[in-house]
């Protein structure tokens, strides 16, 4: 039972970050493929607040989450003037860049690579509670994404997605829009990123790297891009996969590369067969 | 000024092997476009191959060599039969076949991770010695792998230029579209392109093997050192470019080894990212 | 022409790409509530002018004036900030966008629905307006399909649609008879006369078409080696020897 919340509670961190990765990949079409970094950043700022500082979890979460917003900036505005693949690889570079930002920079525990001891408020501090309320917050998260997508600022960013040029010939500039998205994805990604080192109690660098972020385009790849329903039953669907190995029997040593030859698998066989994933709404082209 | 000069040669002697790498690589994406994140999958499948034959089954030093760079080239034609052709086929553009090459990457380093676990794998029988030049120590086996890269792009150059195959190569570095309505044989060529791209990755899997040995995270560190050189370089020339992007990026790394040991990674890619921003085309391009 | 403080005024405008000369000194007014055509034969520089007006590119020599400003620092994304729009030759809609969200997000006040509790009205409003400029090229019944799903020539119309429903003074059209089933020319006919002229627009266009142009254009100059070589009253331009002999003998039966 322990387990299953636990599992639980991941799913619902996850979600968070693919519908945020979704916002910015699906809705605006910026392939990001550095979301990691972002998650990172929330997890750290806001593990080192609450655990050096001492600062309440709730005021850390939320510094975190505005910290990470920031870095989403500043990350994104010399990247603004390159287009397409160029752009992505480029955002392939951010995790990299910030692993090695968190291995040396990032506080950690005398002795260990990374940290822990977070001190956590009362809907948190056990494995119930943090279930229910990190669901919460992702039901809250996935309406207000849901809230978004459907309004006139959603179709502004379908219209950046869909030719850039053309909103910019008709008076509005797409990289506002862009920028706005990407702020906000990246603070809701590290609003993810607190709740996952509030969920793990133990935080280090190897958390967050490449692995992560092709961990997050799968999730939305499978789900389907341009679609909030797609982000959830991506997570959903292949956490509980990702669990269900367990059961086959395998050596442990085997387990984890087994689940990396799967989304392996899976990459191309979507790829290939259906980039419009499950449930999506936009086919990528490029 | 010693220090500046053993920098210097470390940094040319690691700048042979992103070479190697990168040049196959620049061949691929300059002509076919495709980001072949699994190229580095290919370099690891030929070090592993030289590795098993050598060191595990006592196979000739020689003979191991063959075999893993054998391997590199089926791994790496299998590749685009198996995950880039349906790929492009059912209308995917760079970028799906970028995701697909990621995936194929994938896979093959789990395969790798669940063999050795993270267990660095080493082939050396020698050649270890170095001897001092002015202060400098300059390992003997930079200098076979200088001559390795020299007859690789040697051999480049005359297959580039001199055979029909070649031209039309560099017909497609120009112009792929025109290219295949000239009537470049682009099935042909392409088969061309990724067996010796790939032979070549293979070639230094094999070298890098036997020098410093292999883990299974070494395939993505090596194609993402040679897409820097390659963006350093650009792919207008793709010999040349490639040269200078990977001695640039030799010394680069060498220093930043030198000056900040613990952020390789961070200078690599921030150099690339600025790159990226700032001249995508490459020094040369 | 005399200078006049309305609508857009191009100024002895020369353009050379590098060694080639499209233009020389050439100087078009289109004034407010009328619509100025300027034709001529392929790669005479009719795009050009437009791209220029639009800041993709500036001009050798020349200015060009906005209601008696001269424009600087016009480049293609804020265009409209200066009562500027252009259409496009080739139809840039956005396709996963149905129509009718095509023409609200081209809105000025696009946004505004956002959120805040006056919003819903503005977006109320928006999309009576949105369904009223479908209604003028007969979209309507279109107006929830995906444009990338319409065949071109509803996509050109909507792409015409969109320019005007940016609310901009002057609009520029490139081409908008182009690739229409002649079916569908009388919509940009009907649309041109009673959006465009009706609401005091000032319209500048470039066409091929000599039968579209003589329906809604009121004054016209021809464009042709760089030069103009006849310019006035859209009438007594296509009826001239010269320009018969030179350009529109050899395109059309007049």
């Known amino acids: 039972m322990e387990h299953l919340l636990y599992i639980g509670t991941l799913i619902a961190v996850w979600t968070i970050v693919a519908l945020a990765a979704n916002l910015v990949i699906g809705y605006t079409g910026m392939m990001s493929m550095g979301q990691a970094a972002y998650l990172g950043v929330g997890a750290y700022v806001t593990a080192t607040l609450n655990i050096l500082l001492g600062v309440n979890f709730y005021l850390a979460l939320l510094i975190g989450s505005i910290i990470a917003a920031v870095v989403g900036a500043i990350t994104l505005l010399p990247l603004l003037r390159i287009g397409g693949f160029y752009f992505a690889l480029a955002t392939l570079g951010i995790n990299f860049v910030f692993f090695d930002i968190f291995h040396n920079l990032a506080p950690r525990v005398e002795g260990s690579e990374g940290l822990y001891g977070l001190q956590l408020p009362d809907l948190l501090a056990s494995s119930a509670p943090r279930f229910a309320t990190t669901v919460a917050v992702a039901i809250a998260c996935a309406l207000l994404c849901q809230a978004i997508v459907t309004s006139s600022l959603g179709r502004a960013l ?24 990407w702020t906000f994805a990246a603070g809701l990604t590290g609003l993810a990123g607190g709740l996952y080192a509030a969920t793990l109690f133990y935080i280090d660098p190897t958390l967050f790297t490449l692995d992560a972020s092709i961990l997050v385009l799968v999730y939305i790849g499978v789900g389907g891009l341009a679609s909030t329903t797609g982000s959830v039953l991506g997570v959903i669907l292949l956490i509980a996969f990702n669990e269900s190995l367990r059961f086959l029997g395998l050596p442990s040593q085997f387990v984890g590369p087994f689940q990396q030859a799967i989304y392996g698998l899976l990459l191309i066989l979507l790829m290939i067969f259906r980039r419009r994933g499950l449930v999506g709404k936009y086919d990528f082209t490029e | 000024m010693t220090i500046l000069l053993q920098v210097l040669s470390t940094g040319v002697g690691l700048a042979g092997y992103y070479a190697l790498i990168a040049v196959g690589f620049a061949l691929i994406f300059g002509t076919l476009r495709i980001f072949h994140v699994a190229h580095g999958t290919v370099f690891m499948i030929a070090g592993y191959a030289f590795f098993s034959l050598h060191r595990l089954l006592g196979v000739n030093v020689f003979a191991s060599a063959v075999v893993g760079v054998f391997c590199a080239v089926v791994a790496g034609l299998a590749i685009d039969k198996i995950v880039y052709g349906p790929v492009l086929r059912r209308g995917g553009g760079m970028f799906a076949v970028f995701i697909a090459s990621l995936g194929a990457a994938l896979i093959v380093e789990a395969g790798f991770l ?27 086996f930079d200098f076979v792998i200088f001559a390795f890269v020299a007859a690789a792009f040697g051999a480049l150059y005359l297959w580039l230029h001199r055979t029909s195959t070649g031209l039309e190569v560099r017909g497609l570095t120009d112009n792929a579209y025109l290219a295949a309505v000239v009537g470049v044989n682009v099935r042909r060529t392409r ?67 030198f000056l900040f040991p613990e952020w390789n990674s961070f200078t690599i890619f921030l150099i690339m990212i600025v790159l990226i921003i700032i001249r995508p085309q490459g020094i040369l391009g | 022409m005399t200078l006049r403080n309305n609508g857009l005024y191009i100024d002895r405008l020369s353009m050379n790409f590098g060694g080639v000369v499209v233009f020389e000194d050439i100087s078009i007014e289109a004034p407010p509530s009328k ?163 009706a609401e005091g627009r000032a319209t500048f266009l470039v066409e091929h078409n000599i039968e579209l142009v003589r329906q809604v254009a009121d004054q016209i100059c021809v464009l042709q080696a760089g030069r103009i070589i006849a310019s006035g009253d859209v009438r007594r331009v296509l009826d001239d020897q010269t320009v018969i002999r030179e350009y529109l003998g050899q395109v059309y039966n007049v």
């Open chain 1, 158 to 181: 379908r219209a950046t997605r869909d030719r850039p040029d053309a909103l910019a010939a008709l008076g509005k500039d797409p990289r506002r829009y862009q920028v706005l998205i």
């Open chain 2, 191 to 257: 088969y061309a392109i990724f067996l010796i791209a790939s032979a070549l990755a293979g070639l230094a899997g094999v070298l890098v093997a036997y020098d410093t040995g292999l883990e299974p995270s070494i395939g993505f560190k090596m194609l993402f050192i040679g897409v820097v050189a390659v963006i350093l370089g650009g792919v207008r020339n793709i010999l040349l470019g490639t040269v200078v992007g990977a001695t640039c990026l030799g010394v680069l790394t060498a220093f930043a080894g």
């Open chain 3, 35 to 197: 619509v100025t055509a300027c034709i001529g034969p392929n790669g005479a520089g009719k795009t050009t002018i437009i791209n220029i007006v639009c800041g993709v590119f500036p001009p050798r020599a020349g200015k060009v004036y906005i209601d008696g400003v001269q424009l600087s620092g016009v480049r293609p994304f804020n265009t409209v900030r200066y009562g500027l729009c252009r259409s496009f030759q080739d139809v840039r809609i956005f396709p996963s966008l149905t129509a009718i969200e095509n023409v609200l997000v081209a809105m000025p006040n696009h946004l505004s629905g956002l959120f805040l509790p006056g919003g819903w009205r503005q977006e109320r409003a928006n999309r009576e307006r949105a369904r009223h400029l479908l209604q003028a090229v007969a979209l309507e019944s279109a107006a929830e399909r995906a444009a990338g799903e319409l065949p071109f020539g509803q996509q050109k119309l909507l792409s015409l649609v969109r320019a005007i429903a940016t609310g901009a003074r002057v609009l520029l059209l490139d081409e908008p008879a182009a690739g229409l089933e002649s079916d569908l020319i009388p919509h940009v006919v009907d649309l041109i006369r009673s959006l465009v002229k």
């Open chain 2, 114 to 140: 669940a063999w050795s676990k993270g267990v660095v794998s080493v082939a050396r029988t020698g050649m270890l010695d170095t001897f001092i030049v002015g202060g400098v120590a300059f390992r003997a």
